[in-house]
């Protein structure tokens, strides 16, 4: 399975044009996952509620699993500690969260957020190259 993170989600609504949205749009013919954390992130930026709708039917159409218990949020804190022993700084928590979920559970990822770099270089993420 594919997940798609919110990066990549945001700029498709947003309609901005990146190889990471042509890699989704190229995509949306395969089995996309979406997860609680990522469906969170993206429906909280939309302002106008035609767009909030939008998006809400297009995630309604791919397969839900909710990313975040107690074994994800253990092993991203233990994800956490190992990068910042080797002098990396995660960023963002929900972003450890996503990496943890899909390393667990053999997912890849479609990102175009440099914070999953090192999730990919030192903890075996795999991950779309658009």
Sequence with gaps: MIVVDSSVWIDYFNGRSSAETDALERLARTRLLIGDLIIAEVLQGFSRENDFRRAERIFAALEFRPMVGREIAIAAAHH???????????????????????????????????DFDPFERHLGLRVIQA
Excluded at 91 to 108: N, P, Q
Aim: proline letters at 0%; glycine letters at 6%.
């Design 80 to 114: 956490y500690r190992t990068l910042r022993a080797k002098g990396v700084t995660v960023r963002k928590t929900i972003d450890a969260l996503i990496a943890t979920f899909c390393i667990r559970h053999g997912h890849s990822l479609l990102h175009s957020d440099r």
